[in-house]
């Protein structure tokens, strides 16, 4: 297997005069589980439909799992699995038929297919139901199914397109631990699409963020934070009010602050610190009881992002 | 040939796991053209009138109407053809399963609603020899003028439902064409001098006719497989 799985090189795709991804250059390790973020029309679904070599780039390359999508897009998709925009299960079929195909259709031998079934329907708790036709489940275990048809032939590299989107929170966090515990055990590489942030911080090792097709930034969530984010820290107590307040804003170290009741809500460069704040406060006459540092998530970060593509 | 075995098995699934309104069409057919009309026409049935002969041609077009569209249109609108192309399996067996399916079992349809017609002739004859379809060789060629005519109506169907966005819109426009071509044949034959058919032998038209749909068959299958491409499909 080659270091990369995943390697773009300047790639371009236009549709008119449209540019749905522009100059993209990313490489994804194998072995991850590489997340591409992005708002609705940024260019995340054409990318995966050039990486799977369903589009041609109208310029620049990619190659995938050591394929050209371009020449070798039959090898490509003989190697790796996909669950698109839609499940893309036949409703009308048994959630077994509906493996069973996708088994077929990758030339497995009937025996291994059907212990395949098996054993993917029983880590989904969906064995007992195995009969029954697609149409009837739930949006959550059509889902669930989806995924295991997408790892069904053993691939090295999968594409999810926003796997949760439009599920609850309990179904997404359901969907979530049943990708992370398959993933994990069958071993492979992803390329997941997502708008959801919360989904990018838990699952993903490493992100990309995609505007306009153009990616904006690409490492580790950590990395990104310390990078391009501050650090939070809220700051409980009594006694608070505007004079502490300014005082706080005039310091170097605070990139913003905001007073709430008995709180204080502070955004700080990377190398602030919270103990000259503190002695500030009470020399202010203000009285501290509990100090919490709650961190930049991916959502405030990207967020900062989108802000500074708009500029 | 194992791709195409792995399409076809998945179409006859989701064609007989359908819906149904799916059998509906079948049933009514089964009804029409296998117990109602030979017990209207009786003896003229099996001794193959010009009624019968001609709806003996135009019942798979009726059947294909309803289920290529679905293998087409039908699987783009519900999001499943995405997912297929996807996969490593090539156009070529896609489409060609999804034909010869649908192909087999409207012509299939025909020929169990002929057997059952002459089933049906026979048992309203009372007691005496067993009677079928004559002369046998005018009933042979219309069995491969009818498949002729079901892989012809398949082949347009491909391309009306490669640019339909929905089932629904595809069977209309079908139902348009059937009614065009209908039209255009029957303009042509009456356009035809009276010399040019008087000087033809019946073996002469029916040959004509033959020719004329596997040339048919060939350029639209042709067409079909041109254009049911995954980049075309990708961005529909």
């Known amino acids: 297997m080659p270091e990369s799985t995943i390697h773009t090189e300047h ?5 008119g005069r449209i540019a749905a991804v522009d100059d993209l250059s990313i490489d994804v390790p194998s072995g991850i589980v590489f997340g591409f973020l992005g708002p609705n029309g940024a260019g995340k679904t054409t990318t995966i439909h050039l990486l799977l070599g369903l589009l041609e780039p109208t310029q620049g390359q990619a190659r995938v799992l050591g394929f050209d999508t371009r020449s070798q897009a039959d090898e490509i998709r003989a190697r790796s699995g996909a669950l698109l925009e839609f499940s893309g299960l036949y409703e009308r079929m048994s959630a077994e038929d509906n493996l069973d195909l996708y088994g077929r259709i990758y030339r497995m031998p009937g025996p291994e297919r059907k212990a395949r079934v098996k054993e993917l329907l029983t880590h989904l708790d969906l064995w007992d139901r195995r009969k029954d ?43 979530h631990a049943d990708l992370t515990s398959l993933v994990t055990r069958e071993g492979v590489t992803v390329f997941m699409n997502t708008h959801n942030l ?3 911080e838990k699952l993903c090792s490493q992100v990309g963020v995609i505007r306009n097709g153009k990616l904006v930034t690409i490492g580790n969530p950590k990395e990104l934070h310390s990078s391009k984010g501050g650090q939070k820290v809220e700051i409980i107590g009594r006694d608070f009010n505007e004079h502490i307040l300014t005082a706080l804003q005039a310091r170097p170290e605070v990139k913003r602050v905001e007073l709430q009741i008995n709180r204080l809500l502070f955004e700080l460069g990377a190398d602030g610190k919270v103990g000259p704040l503190v002695t500030l406060i009470i020399q202010s006459g203000g ?21 500074e593509e708009n500029k | 040939m194992s791709d195409l075995r792995t399409i076809m098995w998945k179409e006859w699934k989701d064609l007989r796991s359908g819906t149904r309104s799916n059998f509906i069409l079948p049933l009514w057919i089964v009804t029409i053209m296998g117990i109602v009309l030979p017990l209207t ?43 297929l192309i996807a996969s490593r399996i090539s156009d070529r067996a896609i489409l060609l399963g999804k034909v010869l399916v649908t192909v087999g079992f409207c012509w299939g349809m025909t020929v169990f609603c002929l057997l059952l017609g002459a089933v049906v002739v026979n048992l309203t004859q009372g007691p005496g020899p067993w009677l079928f379809y004559a002369p046998l060789n005018l009933f042979l060629v219309l069995l491969v003028l009818s498949l002729l005519t079901t892989l012809l109506a398949a082949s347009a169907g491909v391309l009306i439902s490669l640019k339909s966005a929905t089932v629904r819109q595809a069977a209309q426009t079908m139902i348009l064409g059937e009614i065009v071509l209908g039209l255009v044949v029957y303009g042509v034959v009456s356009l035809l001098p009276a010399s040019v058919t008087a000087s033809l032998t019946t073996s002469q038209i029916v040959l004509i006719i033959l020719l004329v749909l596997v040339v048919l068959d060939a350029i639209l299958l042709w067409a079909s497989l041109v254009s049911f491409r995954r980049s075309r499909l990708v961005l529909g």
Not at chain 1, 287 to 307: N, Q
Request: proline share 5%.
């Open chain 1, 11 to 15: 790639l371009c795709r236009s549709f």
């Open chain 1, 133 to 175: 036709k697609v149409g009837k489940w739930s949006r959550g275990m059509k889902q669930k199914l989806a995924v295991a048809r997408a790892l069904f032939h053993h691939p090295p590299l999968i594409f999810l397109d926003e796997p949760t989107a439009g599920f609850d929170p309990v179904a997404a966090a359901a969907l």
């Open chain 1, 198 to 200: 919360a989904e990018a």
């Open chain 1, 287 to 307: 009285e501290v009881e509990e100090i919490r540092r709650t961190g930049t998530s991916l959502e405030d970060l990207f967020l900062a992002l989108m802000k």
């Open chain 2, 41 to 83: 026409f009786k003896l003229r049935w099996i001794n193959l009138d010009a009624a019968p002969i001609l709806i003996i041609l135009y019942v798979p077009f009726m059947l294909i109407t309803s289920f290529i569209g679905d293998a087409i249109a039908g699987e783009r609108e519900r999001h499943t053809l995405e997912t």
